[in-house]
């Protein structure tokens, strides 16, 4: 394991100013909560792998699994291996008998449109949509490939392919060309659905002419290809062979009844590319049976939801954060789920409070990127709006200052709604450290101790536990349901990529770097790996840095996150190379190609040298220090300490 990123820095920044505060659950909400009894932790620590029941449980199952987990060989586990059961008959068919005409889905496009899908219709369209898939061609373990926007059409295509056993592999819509490609023949995927554009902001956007370009790049021949028509007159594409209008599909199909497969618990229910420790992103492969069941769970007990609730979770659904807890989660407890297609502050900034208010949502989970975007914002405009529906507020993806904590609390959950920070990574595939909400008091700034039922430790480089306020390393020392089955690469790069072997058994490596106090609470200190997330979208730095190094007359980049979740690349190039001329707009057009316009640097720092030990390795660390203006140690060690105060200079000065 590298152990060379951790660091006492930003456990001192947690501690610093912050007399640890302690908030107790509310008895408001403990009184009603989903997760009520704390002998929960007893219980899983006692009944080991068997608690888990509780939340397969909360499925219905084809066929009745009888073993809860097949741990005979490690690190591939099985969970409830010989149940069969399909994630879209547990997401819909079975709301039917309680709730056909509660609301499934309510979806806010960015031009003001809405629509709403009861579970009734929901189940309509996702059937005529699986059989129009089957007419294509799509059989069971057929991989499809979704690159849309947040419009309903994605959730509804997730589960026409889990109704009929055709894994799906989502590409974020942000992505370009080049990166669908790779995941297109990554997953050998055979099928897309995509759609003509959608708006950003005022302009319609062409995501028709990028699947296009990536059909051209990729190795793979597409079958067919599924448009969905989001822009309607705004644009006009041409469709060619093997392509297919989306509405002319379902339409056709219309009324038809496909029987949800049963699939055995262990089979794919879909593959998520993300970024890893080397340069191509991985494809992380997650389990119907194991992954529905630890969704479905926290979703429960974690985020409280129920059947009559009104939930928001605000990611895209083309991470896992909107897998789990915008679709999976909410439609398998039978909760009313609201989809938004805009930014926060489109058309104002006032978008999110609007949208709560308007439909009484009363759990949000949302990211401290966000959150930060509101508090600077202001809280004039959560206060211009009525959010007293509010019941729970949750936030994921990186850590949250116990300033931005206390600000979601006073002004969005009005001072009284529990939040609960929740750890979990695409590869733990759900939540796996947080509080309670109605059981465990919260650590402003602290994501909380693990759930029940996770074995997460925080130990040094020999894998022993670390004491209490020491910096160490994240791990998961026993199974758990939601946790990826494998790797798309295989199972040696599986093995590799996240598994230790100890004395005491296999240890899964988080990539985080934590800390743990006196009562077992998890403070996260940030990745130790070459992961960094900025904005929610997480990236290998040697995927982008690769990219960077692509234009002609640049030598070397190193690219780190800044506090407001910016990119920011440091350059250096040939000595001829003058980088004031194009070479920023072309460090920028290169990545957006490579990756997105989600990967386009922030900010461009040309530098003569970047910062290296002596063993030749680039100090990111420091540089993100310097990005962050924060304060670093000795850098006297380095091979070249002269260069350390001229990027700080050109940093500053910029
Ligand atoms: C980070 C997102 C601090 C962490 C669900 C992890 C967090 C990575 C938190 C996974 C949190 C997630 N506090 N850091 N509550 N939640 N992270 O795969 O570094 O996009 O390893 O999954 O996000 O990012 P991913």
Redesign the pocket.
């Given at each position: 394991m590298d152990y060379a990123g951790v660091d006492g820095r930003r456990t001192d920044e947690a501690a610093a100013g912050d007399d640890e505060e302690v908030v107790e659950p509310p008895a408001a909400f403990s009184d009603r909560a989903v997760a009520s009894d704390p002998e929960l932790y007893a219980a899983f620590a006692e009944e080991g792998p068997e608690a888990w029941r509780r939340a397969a449980d909360l499925l219905e199952w084809e066929r009745p699994y009888e073993t809860v987990l097949d741990d005979s060989d490690p690190p591939f586990y099985e969970w409830f291996p010989d149940g069969r059961l399909n994630a879209a008959a547990n997401c819909v068919d079975r709301h039917l008998d309680e709730r056909r005409n509660q609301l499934a889905i309510r979806w806010f496009g960015k031009r003001g449109e809405r629509r709403s899908y009861t579970y009734l219709d929901l189940h309509r369209e996702v059937n005529a949509l699986a059989a129009g898939l089957r007419e294509l061609g799509v059989e069971e373990d057929d991989v499809v490939t979704l690159y849309l926007p947040m419009i309903p059409e994605l959730p509804i295509a997730m589960l026409a392919c889990a109704r009929i056993g055709a894994p799906h592999n989502v590409v974020f819509a942000g992505l370009s060309a080049e990166a669908l490609a790779t995941r297109i023949d990554a997953a050998d995927s055979e099928y897309l659905v995509t759609c003509d554009g959608y708006y950003r902001r005022e302009d319609a956007f062409n995501q028709k002419s990028k699947a296009d370009n990536a059909r051209l790049r990729a190795d793979a021949d597409l079958s067919a290809t599924v448009v969905v028509d989001r822009l309607g007159d705004a644009l006009d594409v041409t469709l060619g062979d093997g392509e297919h209008e989306y509405e002319a599909l379902v339409d056709a199909h219309d009324g038809e009844a496909v029987e949800p497969v049963a699939r055995d618990a262990t089979d794919l229910l879909f593959v998520m590319y993300?970024s890893g420790t080397t340069g191509r992103p991985k494809g992380v492969e997650h389990a119907t049976g194991g992954y529905l069941s630890h969704v479905a769970w926290t979703t429960r007990n974690v985020l409280d939801v129920r059947p009559d609730d009104t939930y928001w979770c605000a990611a895209d659904i083309g991470?896992?954060?909107g897998h789990s807890y915008g679709v999976y989660g909410p439609l398998s407890v039978g909760t009313t789920t609201l989809l938004y297609e805009g930014s926060p502050d489109y058309p104002d900034r006032d978008r999110v409070w609007d949208l709560i208010e308007r439909n009484a949502v009363s759990v949000f989970y949302t990211s401290p990127t966000a959150i930060r975007s509101f508090m600077k914002w202001g809280a004039e405009y959560p206060e211009a709006h009525d959010l007293s529906s509010i019941r729970l507020l949750g936030?994921?993806?990186?850590?949250?200052t116990p300033k931005a904590w206390r600000w979601y609390r006073e002004h969005v959950g009005g001072g009284e709604a529990p939040i609960v920070?929740?750890?979990?990574?695409?590869?733990t595939g759900a939540i796996s450290l947080a509080t309670l909400p109605g059981v465990t008091p919260m650590k402003p700034g602290k994501?909380g101790p693990p759930l029940p039922g996770i074995d997460a430790r925080v130990v040094d480089e020999d894998g022993e536990p670390v004491d209490p306020g020491e910096p160490g390393y994240l791990t998961i020392a026993a199974p758990w349901p939601g946790m990826l089955r494998g790797l798309r690469e295989g199972d040696e790069r599986y093995r590799r990529e996240y598994w230790l072997e100890g004395e005491d058994g296999w240890r899964y490596r988080?990539?985080?770097g934590a800390t743990v106090d006196e009562d077992g609470y998890v403070t996260?200190l940030?990745?130790v790996d070459d992961v960094i997330?900025v904005r929610?979208h997480?990236f290998n730095t040697a995927e982008l840095e690769s990219a960077i190094v692509g234009c002609d007359g640049v030598t070397e980049a190193a690219v780190v996150g800044d506090d407001d979740g910016r990119i920011v690349a440091y350059v250096t190039t040939r000595g001829d190379v003058d980088p004031d001329g194009s070479l920023r707009e072309e460090i920028g057009e290169r990545l957006a190609r490579a990756v997105g316009d989600v990967a386009r640097p922030d900010r461009i720092v040309f530098t003569p040298d970047l910062p290296k030990t002596r063993s030749g390795k680039i100090m990111r660390r420091l540089l993100e220090d310097i990005a962050r203006g924060d304060e670093f140690g000795d850098v006297s060690a380095l091979r070249n300490p002269e260069v350390v105060g001229e990027i700080e200079s050109t940093v500053r000065s910029e």
């Open positions: 993300t991470w896992i954060t936030t994921v993806g990186e850590s949250i920070d929740t750890w979990w990574q695409t590869e994501v988080t990539g985080d996260i940030g990745r997330n929610t997480r």
